[in-house]
Every structure is written in structure tokens, then in C-alpha cells.
């Protein structure tokens, strides 16, 4: 699973602020549970979405809560594309389709595009995680 660190550089590209103690608080329990960590405030729910919300509309200002939650959502299912992948990894009937890259769109209709590529792998970092855009060659439009 993405480390705390990991989920606040992707919070912060994507909403320009980080979220740290939201991240914290998801994964809370994961060096006591390790995975099981995952049954308690990762999974969708209107208990937590309640609780997160009015937290960060307390703490920020009204529609921070809101940010917040969605925050959450992608926390969540960022933990799980990483499980996924790596059970992919681990299960030799994917051969070569074990990707490393998926692009995601969705639209209103509720149709979902998915595309998949691997790319190169990045040289491990020391110090704050870099979150690297890159668009497979083939998905570039010209």
C-alpha cells in the first residue's frame, strides 16, 4: 500500500493542499494490523464520510469537507490498484498482462475508459516521494 507520505504528495498535486493528518487517520492502525488495517476507514461508508466531513469543514472552512472526503475515496482505491497490481505480479496467469499504468476516465453516462501500459520503473527516491506524469507514447494525442 501507498505509504503516507505517497497519498500526501498525490493529495497535494492533485488539490494543492496534502491532507496529512486525513491520511494519517485512514492508516492509522497499519504498522499494529498491517493490511488488516484496511477493514477499519477504508471502505465507503456514511458514518466516515459524516465524521471526515465535518472535520475538515471545522478545521478549513466550509467545502473542505467535501475535498476531504473525496480524498478519501481515492486513498482508498489507490490501496487497492496497488494490491491489485501486485497480486498481479505474483500470479503467473497474467504474463504479459501485468501493466504498471492505467489511465481512468469516466463521464456522466457512468461509461468508464481504461487503458494500460507499462512504464519504465522510476529509480527509488530518497526524501519526499515524487509523483512522475507520464503518458505512454501511444496514448499521447497528436
Known amino acids: ?13 492533485r488539490t ?12 492509522e492502525d497499519a ?6 488495517h484496511r477493514k477499519k476507514r477504508h471502505y465507503f461508508n456514511r458514518k466516515d464520510q459524516k465524521q471526515i466531513k465535518d472535520y475538515w469543514d471545522a478545521k478549513k472552512g466550509e467545502g473542505w469537507g467535501e475535498k476531504a472526503v473525496v480524498e478519501w475515496l481515492f486513498h482508498i482505491a489507490l490501496d487497492n490498484l496497488e494490491t491489485a497490481y501486485k497480486f498481479s505480479l505474483r500470479d503467473s496467469n497474467y ?10 476516465g469516466f463521464n456522466r453516462n457512468g ?15 530518497l526524501g519526499r516521494p515524487q509523483i512522475r506524469h507520464y503518458v505512454p507514447e501511444r496514448w499521447q494525442r497528436n
Not at 500500500?1 to 504528495?9: F, G, I, L, T
Not at 504474463?95 to 481512468?104: K, P
Request: contains cysteine; hydrophobic residues 35%.
Open 95 to 104: 504474463g504479459r498482462n501485468t501493466y504498471n499504468c492505467i489511465e481512468l
Open 31 to 36: 504498522d499494529e494490523l498491517g493490511v488488516d
Open 111 to 125: 461509461y468508464i475508459d481504461c487503458r494500460f501500459a507499462r512504464v519504465p520503473a522510476a529509480p527509488y527516491q
Open 1 to 13: 500500500m501507498p505509504s503516507v507520505r505517497k497519498h500526501c504528495a498525490i493529495s497535494e498535486k
Open 16 to 27: 494543492g493542499y496534502a491532507f496529512g493528518k486525513l491520511h494519517e487517520w485512514i492508516d
